[in-house]
């Protein structure tokens, strides 16, 4: 079949993946590919088990793949047929050198960009998809104009907002599709042609441009100010424990005014994910370098007080337990950074595990979608713990119940019967405040949510 366009994307993660699946989903006459240094995971996007789990994914998968939607290693190849180049590849936060433990690490972006260089023999658009700190595509322009080799590339930014979790929904129905691109005749062709692949299921008036650093940054500050909400109310709910007032009712009765909106304020033990922490961490290290350190002080703030929140949730189970857990069973509801997701990057439950050894608790941790990934964040760990499908098996003989990731499956459970194979006295600490408190109590468990007053026996 004669494709109009051909497309590649280089890196088939979390946002390669069902970004791509989409765009071939919605856009029969382009011809997506989609290629990845790691062979396995190529391998997962071409088998009938997908690398990640996301609902409605295998879906659209299922409908382009070999049609016009492929998954392979040869990237060079993937290159040199390529009209549009998506980048999608990680960009965690640096753990060596200078900004270390703050900026982004542009290694995987950099490499990406010299093989572009090395590999393409006609002009292409090239399209920041990862996420990036503001003037990245200056540098990727630098990369791609160091040789005197007469093609034209034009760099274009479009940060992906899907959230882990509703990725298709996300993708399917997007809130906007930001795509920036430099003011110049070439730098609006190149714009138009992107959006006229959106174009395909994406309203125009959703579509929105920008020059390349607005787009950069927006994304850094959309991850900042989503996270300062959960962080915002994360602060309050210790006032809330202090006070006898309820989280849950001072989050409804705010967030019912309409200025401030009811998403994003519901307490936790605290936000995860691959993106929150690395996004704000990169926003600090730029105002830091532009000398902006009252702007850096602020924003750092909201990561301070989600490590706060992971401690202090170990704290209360501690206090509540008798200032023990050596030797007790802790047993951990979900271990994903959230729902209907597997990904466990950044997860607050690995945080919380690795206190609960340290205070020398034995785990038996569950998880519908993530236990693989558990086992590999815990592997370096000294300690007994166990990792268990059945969240029955997982609780029977614990101590404690400790609720991390809002699956719906953890408020449907029949906790009568959890509690009758529980050690006594039998403590749940929902992390999410997901379940019922007052039945929970009422079958006799001594119960822990998320600034709200304790509901125990003794
Ligand atoms: N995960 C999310 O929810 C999300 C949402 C929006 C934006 N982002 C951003 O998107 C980017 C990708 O995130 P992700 O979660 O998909 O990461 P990921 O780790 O799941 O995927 C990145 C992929 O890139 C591959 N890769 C790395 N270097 C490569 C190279 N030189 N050539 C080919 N492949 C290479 C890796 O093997 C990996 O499979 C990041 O910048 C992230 O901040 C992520």
Same mark, same amino acid.
């Given at each position: 079949?004669?494709?109009?366009?051909?497309?590649?994307?280089?890196?088939?993660?979390?946002?390669?993946?069902?970004?791509?699946?989409?765009?071939?989903?919605?856009?029969?006459?382009?011809?997506?590919?989609?290629?990845?240094?790691?062979?396995?995971?190529?391998?997962?996007?071409?088998?009938?088990?997908?690398?990640?789990?996301?609902?409605?994914?295998?879906?659209?998968?299922?409908?382009?793949?070999?049609?016009?939607?492929?998954?392979?290693?040869?990237?060079?190849?993937?290159?040199?047929?390529?009209?549009?180049?998506?980048?999608?590849?990680?960009?965690?936060?640096?753990?060596?050198?200078?900004?270390?433990?703050?900026?982004?690490?542009?290694?995987?972006?950099?490499?990406?960009?010299?093989?572009?260089?090395?590999?393409?023999?006609?002009?292409?658009?090239?399209?920041?998809?990862?996420?990036?700190?503001?003037?990245?595509?200056?540098?990727? !322009? +630098? /990369?791609? &104009?160091?040789?005197?080799?007469?093609?034209?590339?034009?760099? =274009?930014?479009?940060?992906? $907002? *899907? #959230?882990?979790?509703?990725?298709?929904?996300?993708?399917?129905?997007?809130?906007?599709?930001?795509?920036?691109?430099?003011?110049?005749?070439?730098?609006?062709?190149?714009?138009?042609?992107?959006?006229?692949?959106?174009?395909?299921?994406?309203?125009? !008036? +959703? /579509?929105? &441009?920008?020059?390349?650093?607005?787009?950069?940054?927006?994304? =850094?500050?959309?991850?900042? $100010? *989503? #996270?300062?909400?959960?962080?915002?109310?994360?602060?309050?709910?210790?006032?809330?424990?202090?006070?006898?007032?309820?989280?849950?009712?001072?989050?409804?009765?705010?967030?019912?005014?309409?200025?401030?909106?009811?998403?994003?304020?519901?307490?936790?033990?605290?936000?995860?994910?691959?993106?929150?922490?690395?996004?704000?961490?990169?926003?600090?290290?730029?105002?830091?370098?532009?000398?902006?350190?009252?702007?850096?002080?602020?924003?750092?703030?909201?990561?301070?007080?989600?490590?706060?929140?992971?401690?202090?949730?170990?704290?209360?189970?501690?206090?509540?337990?008798?200032?023990?857990?050596?030797?007790?069973?802790?047993?951990?509801?979900?271990?994903?950074?959230?729902?209907?997701?597997?990904?466990?990057?950044?997860?607050?439950?690995?945080?919380?595990?690795?206190?609960?050894?340290?205070?020398?608790?034995?785990?038996?941790?569950?998880?519908?979608?993530?236990?693989?990934?558990?086992?590999?964040?815990?592997?370096?760990?000294?300690?007994?713990?166990?990792?268990?499908?059945?969240?029955?098996?997982?609780?029977?003989?614990?101590?404690?119940?400790?609720?991390?990731?809002?699956?719906?499956?953890?408020?449907?459970?029949?906790?009568?019967?959890?509690?009758?194979?529980?050690?006594?006295?039998?403590?749940?600490?929902?992390?999410?405040?997901?379940?019922?408190?007052?039945?929970?109590?009422?079958?006799?468990?001594?119960?822990?949510?998320?600034?709200?007053?304790?509901?125990?026996?003794?």
């Amino acid at each position: 079949m004669k494709f109009k366009k051909k497309i590649l994307c280089i890196g088939a993660g979390y946002v390669g993946g069902p970004t791509m699946a989409m765009i071939a989903y919605k856009c029969p006459e382009y011809k997506v590919n989609v290629v990845d240094i790691n062979p396995e995971r190529i391998s997962e996007w071409n088998s009938g088990k997908l690398p990640i789990y996301e609902p409605g994914l295998d879906e659209i998968v299922k409908a382009a793949r070999g049609r016009n939607l492929f998954f392979n290693t040869d990237i060079e190849k993937g290159i040199k047929e390529a009209d549009i180049i998506f980048v999608s590849v990680n960009t965690p936060t640096k753990k060596y050198g200078a900004g270390a433990g703050m900026a982004a690490d542009l290694q995987y972006w950099e490499k990406t960009a010299r093989q572009i260089l090395e590999c393409s023999e006609s002009p292409k658009i090239i399209v920041e998809k990862s996420t990036l700190p503001v003037k990245t595509a200056l540098a990727m !322009e +630098r /990369i791609l &104009t160091s040789t005197d080799n007469g093609i034209h590339f034009e760099v =274009l930014s479009n940060p992906e $907002f *899907l #959230a882990e979790g509703t990725a298709v929904k996300d993708l399917e129905n997007p809130d906007r599709v930001l795509i920036g691109s430099s003011q110049t005749e070439e730098g609006l062709k190149a714009r138009d042609e992107l959006i006229e692949i959106y174009e395909n299921w994406v309203p125009k !008036e +959703r /579509i929105i &441009t920008t020059n390349v650093w607005s787009s950069e940054l927006s994304k =850094l500050v959309a991850n900042a $100010f *989503l #996270a300062q909400r959960i962080s915002s109310i994360n602060a309050i709910s210790e006032l809330c424990e202090k006070t006898d007032a309820d989280i849950t009712e001072v989050s409804k009765a705010v967030g019912l005014d309409s200025r401030i909106g009811s998403k994003f304020l519901n307490a936790s033990v605290g936000f995860g994910g691959s993106c929150f922490q690395k996004d704000i961490l990169n926003l600090v290290y730029l105002c830091r370098h532009y000398g902006l350190d009252q702007v850096a002080d602020y924003w750092e703030g909201v990561v301070k007080i989600n490590d706060y929140q992971k401690d202090r949730f170990v704290l209360n189970m501690l206090k509540a337990m008798f200032n023990t857990l050596a030797g007790k069973k802790v047993c951990l509801f979900g271990f994903a950074f959230k729902a209907n997701t597997g990904d466990t990057r950044e997860s607050p439950a690995i945080t919380v595990s690795r206190k609960l050894i340290e205070e020398k608790a034995e785990l038996r941790i569950t998880d519908p979608e993530a236990l693989n990934n558990a086992r590999n964040d815990l592997k370096d760990i000294k300690g007994k713990i166990s990792f268990i499908e059945d969240p029955y098996e997982a609780a029977s003989g614990s101590h404690a119940i400790a609720i991390m990731t809002e699956w719906d499956l953890y408020s449907e459970l029949d906790y009568e019967k959890i509690f009758q194979s529980m050690n006594k006295p039998a403590f749940i600490f929902d992390g999410r405040n997901i379940a019922d408190h007052n039945k929970l109590f009422e079958i006799g468990f001594n119960v822990y949510g998320v600034g709200r007053p304790p509901l125990t026996h003794f």
